[in-house]
């Protein structure tokens, strides 16, 4: 057993218990410093000098494109007073006024992408300039301008406006939305709830991509197109519409479109990819709108026909369980020349399965203008065959 110098061993131990005893000592005068609050030298409370960087990948994303984001502003025409302003006659001004009989109707969110020359241009959706009389642009810094409306497309819900570009100090810069994973950053900015909420930020995730989410265009309550869109829930309230979602490198990745809004859910936006915007916008900004081929009828979902005519009228087959029905032929049309005609049932379009009108309209926008397409066909109970040349038009179907 080796000798142990319990004197040496004292001394440690007491040297150690004094440094403890200091550290104790130490501590309750910082505990008492921090009882006292943070107090000046005149025994006034202080605010504390922030100690932490609070910067991040979003504060950083946020800085690159937040200028570029503004409020885009619905102007419609005022209902007619007839006692004029304040009960005055406005008899014999004419249209010197007319601009100011404009009433703000609605406000969205959108973002200059592009200057030309002393243009400058700005995305949003078509939902927000809609039934418009005239648009207004509230940029970051709280200038308010007047926008031209370049052209606006219902199906895609895209719009292009443009102002005087000496006020414009930021331009966003489009991703790459083919190449998102799910779980990466999403961040959105626009003006929620109206221009008093301008630039707001909200943070979220990409939830998921190719979604495909089905579109009431016309207001009818029927869902008569699928919109391909990403999912986040990052929160996007009424008046984000339009706006871009970005991701971590302060890229617009996306347009925000919708959001499921019910008491049951939370956190399901919705943005237009923008690898697709892109096509759509380079369009309109060229062309003022788009220009899709078109069949020429009018259609119902065979789903919406009742069993009784389905049988006496359509001589539907029974094993079939879906496709679209020809309420109308346009005259001179391209469907008219193929041989197409009212209560022929379409079940198949460029060898793809036709079930709805919604799956007809995205199959014939995946075609060009001058192809030749084949259609399949019930008529009385017996499958037909036809070509069509597709041709260009800038209305539905």
Known sequence: MPNINFKKLMIVGMTASLLAGCEAIDQNQENSESKTGNVNKEGDVA??????????????????????????????????????????????????????SLQQVGTGSGAVYKVDGDTAYIFTNNHVIEGSDGVDVLLKDGTRVQAKVVGADVWTDLAVLTVDAKDINTVAEFGDSENLTVGEPAIAIGSPLGTDFASSVTSGIVSAIGRAVPVDTDGDGEYDWEM?????????????????????????????????????????????????????INQLEKSGKITRPVLGIGMVDLAMISQQQQQNVLKVPEDLKGGVVIAEVT???????????????????????????????????????????????????????????????????
């Open 228 to 280: 391909t869109a990403i999912q986040t829930d990052a929160a996007i309230n009424p008046g984000n519409s339009g706006g871009p979602l970005v991701n971590i490198a302060g890229q617009v990745i996306g347009i925000n479109s919708m959001k499921i809004s019910t008491s049951t859910v939370e956190g399901m936006g919705f943005a237009i990819p923008s690898n697709d915007a892109v096509d759509i």
């Open 331 to 397: 005259g001179g049309s391209a469907a008219e020349e193929a041989g197409l005609a009212k209560n022929d049932i379409i079940v198949k379009f460029n060898g793809a399965d036709v079930t709805n009108g919604v799956e007809l309209r995205q199959q014939i926008y995946d075609t060009k203008v001058g192809d030749n397409v084949e259609i399949e066909y019930y008529r009385n109970g017996s499958l037909e065959k036809t070509t069509i040349n597709m041709r260009a038009s800038d209305q539905a179907l």
């Open 47 to 100: 605010v504390s000098e922030v100690k932490v960087d609070a910067s991040s990948g979003v504060t950083d994303a946020v800085s690159t494109i937040d200028d570029a984001v503004v409020s885009v502003i619905n102007m419609q025409q005022a209902a007619e007073n007839p006692y004029g302003w304040y009960g005055g006659n406005t008899q014999g001004q004419g249209d010197a006024d007319e601009k100011d």
